[in-house]
């Protein structure tokens, strides 16, 4: 009888066992900061948010984090001057999966994910 799982024999299984542990996130960097990334982080100007950008340039709630499964990602919350990823301004209300060392911008401020 042959010993393998799913995990050495199927697409998905080679798939997820590619992933390294190095590759996991687990906390942001923000103002110098180490944040460790929880459920669900909401980013934004307004004192309620789990991470205050104080920048005219970010909306009372510009972003949040979430966690689905075992990764995170990154949503828009219909920002007026948007959220950037490495970069580029995501659309808002769609959802994009981080890696370590992603750079959010949101206005003139900057959140790495490690």
């Given amino acids: 009888m042959n010993d393998e799982?799913?995990?050495?024999?199927?697409?998905?299984?080679?798939?997820?066992?590619s992933f390294?542990?190095?590759d996991k996130v687990s906390y942001l960097v923000f103002n110098n900061n180490k944040v460790r990334l929880i459920s669900k982080i909401r980013i934004g100007r307004a004192n309620d948010n789990d991470i205050v950008v104080d920048n005219k340039l970010a909306s009372r709630y510009h972003a949040i984090i979430q966690k689905i499964k075992d990764a995170y990602f990154l949503k828009d919350e219909g920002s007026t001057n948007g959220t950037f990823l490495n970069g580029k301004k995501i659309p808002e209300a769609k959802y994009f999966?981080?890696?370590?060392g992603d750079k959010i911008t949101i206005g003139n401020s900057n959140l790495v994910i490690s």
Avoid at 97 to 100: C, D, F, N, Y
């Fill in 5 to 17: 799982t799913i995990i050495t024999s199927s697409a998905v299984g080679k798939r997820l066992d």
């Fill in 97 to 100: 999966k981080l890696q370590a």
């Fill in 20 to 22: 390294s542990e190095s």
